[in-house]
C-alpha cells in the first residue's frame, strides 16, 4: 500500500552546515512515527520542510504517493498534510472556536467573499466546535484563547491542526513547557488519536515517545541512522552509541 507519507533523500543546508542530509523514511496509515535526535539534529527543519515553511534543497515529499514538495503550506493542508502550530500563533482576544474557525480560513488559503462568508460561517463553527471536541477542549468554545491554562493552549493548537481533518498530522513538541498533569491530558489526547490519522512527532520526552509511537525514527547531525519499533531503536547499538545511551536510561 502507498504509505501516507514518504520522504526521500531530504537534503537541506544553511550555508556549509548540512541539517537535512538525504533523510528518507515512509510513515503508514494510521502510524505514529516519532522523529528524535539530539538538540540541533535538524528535527524542526525537517517538519518545517514537510509541512512547507522551508523549501529542501533536494530530495522529496509524497503524501498519499503525490508530490507536494513544491506546494504551498496552504496548498498542502488542502491535501490533508497539517502542522500543529506553536502557541504564538494563538490570537488570545479571540475565543477558542474562534481561533480554530479563522486557522481553518486562513490555512486553507480561501478568499472569502462577504456574502460566501455568511453562508460558510455555520459550516465553519461546527467544523471548530468538531475539532475542539476531538482535543479535549468541548465546552471550551466561548472561553477566550488568553484565559486557558499552558496545557490547554497546545490542546487548542492540536484543535486547530485537527479542524484541516488533515490525513497526517505533523506534532512538533506538543508536551514542550507542561507540568505532569497537562502532559498526561496532552499524551492521553495523542494517544487518542492513534490509528485515525497518521501522525509524525517531534518530542523530547522520550518516556512520551516510547509509549506513543509505532515506529521512530533517529535523528543524529541530519542523518537518519535508524528506523523501527521502539523496541528495536532501544536495542540498537548505534543508536545506543549516537544518542539515546545515555539519555533514555532502558
Ligand atoms: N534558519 C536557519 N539558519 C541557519 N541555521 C539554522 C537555521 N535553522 C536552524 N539552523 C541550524 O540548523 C541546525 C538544526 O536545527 P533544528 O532546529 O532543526 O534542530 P532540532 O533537532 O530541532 O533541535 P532542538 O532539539 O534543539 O529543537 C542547528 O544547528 C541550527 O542552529
Redesign the pocket.
Known amino acids: 500500500m502507498t504509505p501516507a507519507l514518504s520522504v526521500r533523500g531530504l537534503t537541506k543546508s544553511?550555508?556549509a552546515?548540512k541539517?537535512s542530509d538525504g533523510i528518507s523514511f515512509d510513515v503508514a496509515w494510521g502510524e505514529l512515527h516519532a522523529i528524535i535526535?539530539?538538540?540541533?539534529?535538524?528535527?524542526?527543519?525537517?517538519i518545517h520542510q514537510l509541512s512547507g515553511s522551508l523549501a529542501p534543497d533536494a530530495g522529496r515529499i509524497l503524501l498519499g504517493g503525490h508530490d507536494i514538495t513544491r506546494l504551498s503550506m496552504a496548498a498542502r493542508a488542502r491535501r490533508g498534510l497539517a502542522r500543529s502550530f506553536q502557541i504564538t500563533s494563538i490570537l488570545a482576544g479571540l475565543t477558542a472556536l474562534e481561533n480554530v474557525a479563522l486557522a481553518v480560513q486562513a490555512r486553507s488559503g480561501s478568499s472569502f467573499r462577504f456574502l460566501r462568508q455568511v453562508a460558510r460561517e455555520s459550516a465553519l463553527n461546527d467544523q471548530a466546535a468538531e475539532a475542539l471536541a476531538a482535543a479535549g477542549l468541548a465546552g471550551a468554545e466561548d472561553r477566550s484563547a488568553g484565559t486557558l491554562s499552558h496545557g490547554e493552549k497546545r490542546q487548542l493548537e492540536i484543535a486547530i491542526a485537527l479542524a484541516m481533518q488533515p490525513k497526517v498530522l505533523l506534532l512538533d513538541e506538543p508536551l514542550a513547557g507542561t507540568g505532569h498533569r497537562e502532559s498526561a491530558a496532552l499524551l492521553d489526547l495523542i494517544a487518542g488519536l492513534k490509528g485515525r490519522l497518521s501522525i509524525v512527532l517531534?518530542e523530547?520526552d522520550m518516556e512520551a515517545v516510547f509509549a506513543l509511537a509505532d515506529r521512530i525514527s533517529v535523528?543524529v547531525y541530519g542523518r537518519l541512522i535508524a528506523t523501527g519499533t521502539p523496541d528495536a531503536i532501544r536495542a540498537d547499538a548505534q543508536v545506543r552509541a549516537a544518542y539515546l545511551g545515555d539519555e533514555e536510561g532502558a
Open positions: 544553511f550555508d552546515l541539517v535526535g539530539p538538540n540541533g539534529a535538524g528535527k524542526t527543519t525537517l517531534i523530547h535523528l
